[in-house]
């Protein structure tokens, strides 16, 4: 068991493992993205004391937000004392089925030298020619989507350990100095490409519902459904490369 349980450590950290042909360009970057803040909230007293008593898992920072700006009063002397109050249809938690990585998400870049008249070897080294703003998001319609995608990025970020957003920016003339040979009588091609995190999973639904009775309180939540769902989420700040030596013009 203990030998099995520490492949699987070493399995998830290769699969996250950035590979060499990946940079980090947080500090080339002549855009500066600000960091990606999680959506976390820890739980007040009372709120964990709710989110305790559901029936069901809560996650959702913004119903977590809710929770803790509530204040309920109730004394031991209130025999009798009843009350149901609905908060509403919310995405509660979002359960991870598969995270994996995409280096070469969307392609942002192209910088290329053309050596063909030369006799000798020449260099090219990484520039971003225009602005390039990369994207993810859910790869299906749902309800509630912007507090999915909060659950999500959480979830994806915990699990791969790498610095996602759902936006990123590369600025104009960012550079890498890493040259690359192109040798005499060659053209030489260097892509760059935004890489991405691909989440799959299932979003967990219900009515949440508060309830008092005397001076208890508790969370109930009613109508449960399940939904899968997947999204794409740029890892922020870095930038895959592939480089091609040819004969003739792409």
Known sequence: MAEGTKDQKEDKSDKFKIPSSVLDISKDNTYPNPTQDLPYLQPSKLAQELIDSANVEIENPDLIRILNESAISTTPLAVGYRATIFLGQWPLSYESSETSTNWEYQKINTNY?????????????????????VRGGLTAEIESAEEVKKMMLIEAAKRSNLPLSFKTIIGGGTKKEQMYNVPAKKLGYLYAYAPAVNEKGKVTYGEVYLVLKGSKKRIVVKNVTHQGIGAWIPIQDHISFGYLVTDTPR
Do not use: H, L, V
């Open 113 to 133: 030298f053309d050596n063909r008249g030369a006799t000798s070897p020449n260099k090219i080294y990484y520039k971003q020619e225009m602005q390039k703003q």
